[in-house]
């Protein structure tokens, strides 16, 4: 049972067939999805939805597939995790980290999109399934690839961190290094994609995987008993999770599905890589690219591609965003560590960073409900954290030893603390 009717233009309405095309050819806006929301509704309860596997599939009404879902079957229905430790430290009284870093199968948000972008890809009959990324798509979409017996093709910029490339090369795509940015690398998959008719995630079925995004909205409202919670902050990159959370908020609005009034939204991104804030602070509503410079290099575009949408949602939900430095970012890393126990990657200690800042603006009250989005894992940058954490105390097998390390009189240790 399909709800999916077409695609239509995000800024003009007009209404185009649900194929490969992702362009509006009147006004080049993006296209999105239509659904048959009074069909959908008849099926797409509470109750329906909680009795379904916890995957991101059981959100199936209000995805853009017409036939049965094909991978993500282990993808979404992430932990949203209640953060009192943090809360206490940040001064504010409910807040909850949502945790993609723990997403099956590759432990970033890009499995969401990448499970709904890979279904719709073989029904649309594409045997080569390729994208531009930052690294966690490029790894996402490799893995799932495999799954299908897809044919792969992963273009990253050439100094992607080692982990982030590797967890990319063990599935066996075509993995292609660009010299270059990710901008210069996303300019040349779009030549790529429309020579050679393959299928690429975030080019020409981007209007497909745009929407796996929305299951993240989807989730974190039915996780907290089906209540709105009053603020959400998530990072920014090309500007597609941040929109699609929204949508999903009010796609929950629209079918009397969430209690309470939707969220306001807040964007985070990196000082060296923040068009997006940039435009916002200024009062602009298309930024102007800027070429990326930071250790947060999932989330370094300079020319976001839909970067006006994350502008329009802040603006709209009466939320806002900030920027924080690589220095910040780290610190984020470790505040989270030490008081949650999750180990996120940089766009997560962005996300962190953000929140604090906007607290201590007063930008997001104390007293109300914040969900932080924690889009990706720290095992795969664990190396930017060299320098940053507890060291290894070498000692000897003998318990005189660790005694002398507790009494503070271990040779070569000295009072060092525990
Ligand atoms: C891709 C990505 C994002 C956000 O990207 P958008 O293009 O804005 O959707 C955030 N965090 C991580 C870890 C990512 O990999
Ligand atoms: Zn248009």
């Known amino acids: ?12 309405h007009t209404a185009f067939a649900a194929e490969a095309t992702y362009v509006c050819d009147q006004c080049f806006g993006p296209l999105e999805p239509v659904y048959d929301y009074d069909k959908a509704r008849a099926t797409f309860t509470r109750e329906n939805i909680a009795s379904r596997p916890r995957n991101l599939w059981r959100y199936r009404e209000l995805l853009p597939i017409t036939g049965e879902p094909l991978t993500g079957f282990g993808s979404g229905f992430t932990p949203l995790i209640p953060a009192p430790r943090l809360a206490a430290r940040l001064g504010v009284r409910e807040l909850y980290v949502k945790d993609d870093g723990v997403n099956h199968p590759t432990l970033s948000y890009k499995d969401r999109v990448v499970s709904v972008a890979a279904t719709r890809a073989v029904e649309l009959g594409f045997t080569v399934f390729g994208c531009a990324s930052t690294g966690n798509l490029g790894n996402s979409v490799a893995a799932h ?9 992963v273009f990253i910029p050439d100094d992607l961190e080692p982990y982030k490339v590797l967890g990319s090369a063990i599935y066996h795509p075509t993995l292609l290094a660009v010299r270059g940015n990710y901008d210069d690398v996303n300019r040349l998959c779009t030549q790529v994609a429309d020579k050679h008719g ?15 995004a ?23 990159a090309g500007g597609t999770l941040l929109p699609r959370i929204f949508r999903g908020f009010r796609e929950l609005h629209q079918l009397g599905l969430g209690e309470g009034d939707l969220p306001k939204m ?22 102007d690219p800027v070429k990326p410079d930071t250790i947060a290099k999932s989330i370094a575009i300079g020319n976001p591609a839909d970067g006006f949408q994350v502008i329009e949602v802040l603006k709209e939900s009466g939320g806002w965003g900030e920027m924080v430095t690589d220095e910040e970012i780290l610190d ?10 999750i180990f996120t ?3 997560g200690g962005t996300t962190i960073a953000v929140t604090r ?19 990706g894992n720290g095992y795969k940058t664990a190396d930017i954290m060299t320098g940053r954490v507890t060291r290894a105390i070498p000692i000897s097998r003998s318990l005189e030893d660790v005694d002398a390390y507790l009494a503070g009189t271990l040779a070569g240790v000295g009072g060092e603390q525990a």
């Open 332 to 341: 984020g890393i470790n505040l989270l560590a030490e008081t949650e126990g």
């Open 145 to 153: 690839a495999s799954r299908l017996g897809l044919r792969c093709f």
């Open 1 to 12: 049972m399909s709800t999916l009717i077409g695609l239509q233009c995000h800024v003009c």
């Open 357 to 375: 800042k906007l607290i201590e603006q007063e930008r997001i009250p104390r007293n109300e409900s914040i969900v932080m989005c924690i889009t």
């Open 198 to 212: 393959w299928g690429f995630a975030n080019i020409n079925l981007r209007s497909y995987y745009a929407e796996g």
């Open 266 to 287: 807040y964007g985070a991104q990196a000082a060296g890589s923040a068009p997006v804030i940039r435009a916002l602070h200024q009062g602009i509503d298309y930024p």
């Open 345 to 347: 990657e940089p766009a």
């Open 214 to 236: 929305k299951t993240m909205g989807f989730e974190i409202v039915e996780q907290l008993g089906w209540r709105f919670p009053k603020h959400v902050v998530s990072p920014v």
